[in-house]
T-cell receptor, first 112, second 112 residues
Framework: NAGVTQTPKFQVLKTGQSMTLQCAQD?????MYWYRQDPGMGLRLIYY???????DKGEVPNGYNVSRLNKREFSLRLESAAPSQTSVYFC???????????FGQGTRLTVV | GESVGLHLPTLSVQEGDNSIINCAYS??????FIWYKQESGKGPQFIID?????DKRQGQRVTVLLNKTVKHLSLQIAATQPGDSAVYFC???????????FGKGTLLTVNP
């Protein structure tokens, strides 16, 4: 039982490059989330998915797209990376309406 | 380039003392308020939650208090230990859309 698995753990991109951050959970959770964490800013919600087939914008969705591929997987895509997207990205999952979200180990992304 | 410093609120306590971490919230429509702990280099971990119609809930060495009149949430940690050193976040679960949002966090340092 791995919980929430994120790949990659580290990534360096050049401005304008694209990439997809992968997230998978094996807890049969309906709800999944993508957050970014910047120093002094806490965790900010980018997108979330209440269930398979649905996605909604969070606080900071600009510059990102998501895909809820199936119940297990929720990916985050940066189409044209910008230095302002340098951050640590966390994926999380939760039961429907639950409060105990389980987080992955994070992806540290640097855009140069 | 200029680096961005960490500007989290901080709390420093002696080992064995009690700690109180505070959080103000703005949305009265939240169904649950939750506390998470984040150790360095890891994703946040659930500690305890409280439903919005309650004013106190106790767990193992932790107590959460909710004051809806002044929109204030606190986490009390009894007999604080070095392993409690971490960043603590309050979060809200906003009901029907299952949106889980976080506050900015407080850095707790426990001195031996």
């Amino acid at each position: 039982n791995a919980g929430v698995t994120q790949t990659p753990k580290f990534q360096v991109l050049k401005t304008g490059q694209s990439m997809t951050l992968q997230c998978a959970q094996d807890m049969n959770h309906n709800s999944m989330y993508w957050y970014r964490q910047d120093p002094g800013m806490g965790l900010r919600l980018i997108y979330y998915s209440a269930s398979e087939g649905t996605t909604d914008k969070g606080e900071v969705p600009n510059g990102y797209n998501v895909s809820r591929l199936n119940k297990r997987e929720f990916s985050l895509r940066l189409e044209s990376a910008a230095p302002s997207q340098t951050s640590v990205y966390f994926c999380a999952s939760c039961i429907t309406g639950g409060t105990e979200a389980f987080f992955g180990q994070g992806t540290r992304l640097t855009v140069v | 380039g200029e680096s961005v410093g960490l500007h989290l609120p901080t709390l420093s306590v002696q080992e064995g003392d009690n700690s109180i971490i505070n959080c103000a919230y703005s949305n009265s429509a939240s169904d649950y308020f939750i506390w998470y702990k984040q150790e360095s280099g890891k994703g946040p971990q659930f500690i305890i939650d409280i439903r919005s119609n309650m004013d106190k809930r106790q767990g193992q060495r932790v107590t959460v208090l909710l004051n809806k009149t002044v929109k204030h949430l606190s986490l009390q940690i009894a007999a604080t230990q070095p392993g409690d050193s971490a960043v603590y976040f309050c979060a809200e679960n906003r009901g029907s859309n299952y949106k889980l949002t976080f506050g900015k966090g407080t850095l707790l340092t426990v001195n031996p």
